[in-house]
């Protein structure tokens, strides 16, 4: 019987959330876990303080074992 799980990742941001470095972070964690066989299901952003334009990402991942 397969078992399902579930795992989450949480990048934290600062500043501009569009940087390219973000951005290659980001692809580099989303093909990191595919390759590992895990399919990312959800995404969600939170603004933790505006004031210093700091935000978290959370990638929401499932994966068949």
Known sequence: MEKLENDLDIYYAVGNANTQRQENVLAAIIKKR???????ISTS???????????????FWEKNS
Do not use: P
């Open 34 to 40: 595919n390759s590992a066989g895990w399919k990312l």
């Open 45 to 59: 952003t939170a603004i933790v303080d505006t004031k210093n334009q700091f935000s978290n990402i959370y990638l």
